[in-house]
């Protein structure tokens, strides 16, 4: 009988050993995806070529404390979605580079090269609210033709979901993501414009613009013979 007992014991150690690691052991893989509608707003005339390193469009947070449950967030693709969306929306044109490459043709009005700084999230039980946060910090750079930069700056995002809005906790946390995303959409297409840096560069760029066009009306009046 005590033979017996103690293997009893000894598989209910090893079952409740097992269970252990598969509830805390396993990894939670959270792939971020939603829907981001385009901008309604009057689209700069520019062409701008987009730069998403490889860090920004496969960018991946894994989580390294043991005791949370949400340890690997895939975003890389849903902030591409979201910058391209936002991008296209602002702009006349836009094209995709893999590099900031340089160029003294008129091809190219600027580089817009984004990077993410750092990523934050609390869980329900670190919030002591039913509710997943997500904090984003970005690093948005933006070059001329040539290469030089024109502007430099960190645009932040926050975005919060209730868990009792869905059924899995990854739901949750994946629309708290969206939220985020949604947020620095919004951050940078109200912002652009009036970074001191840019506002200057654009106002020197209509400027030139004016000139050029008023020398070629005066070349064309020239060239145009006067009658008697």
């Known amino acids: 009988m005590k033979i017996y007992d ?16 598969m509830l805390f ?11 981001f509608p385009a ?9 701008v070529a987009v730069v998403y390193h490889p860090d920004f469009s496969n960018y991946s947070y894994i989580e390294k404390d043991e005791e949370r449950q949400e340890k690997e967030i895939y975003m890389g693709k849903a902030q591409v979605e979201l910058f391209s969306t936002v991008l296209e929306g602002m702009f006349e044109q836009v094209v995709y580079f893999d590099a900031v490459t340089p160029t003294n ?6 580089f817009f090269y984004p990077m993410i700084d750092e990523f934050q999230y609390n869980m329900p039980v670190e919030t002591k609210i039913n509710m997943f946060e997500v904090w984003i910090k970005y690093h948005l750079k933006v070059f ?3 290469g030089n930069v024109i502007a430099d700056w ?3 995002a926050y975005g919060k979901t209730p868990t009792a809005m869905f059924k899995t906790r990854e739901k949750a946390l994946n629309e708290a993501m969206i939220v985020a995303l949604r947020d620095v959409g919004a951050g940078i297409i109200l912002r652009f414009n009036h970074i001191p840096e840019i506002k200057h560069w654009l106002k020197q760029r ?23």
């Open 6 to 21: 103690a293997t009893i014991k000894k598989l209910v150690s090893h079952s409740l050993i097992l269970i252990c690691s």
């Open 25 to 35: 052991g396993c990894t939670t893989k959270v792939i971020v995806n939603g829907y």
């Open 39 to 47: 901008p309604v707003v009057n689209p700069l005339p520019l062409k």
């Open 105 to 110: 043709d008129n091809s190219i009005d600027m």
């Open 144 to 146: 001329d033709a040539q």
């Open 154 to 156: 960190i645009q932040t």
């Open 206 to 228: 209509a400027q030139v613009s004016a000139f050029k066009k008023t020398n070629q009306k005066n070349q064309f009046v020239a060239a145009v013979p006067q009658t008697n």
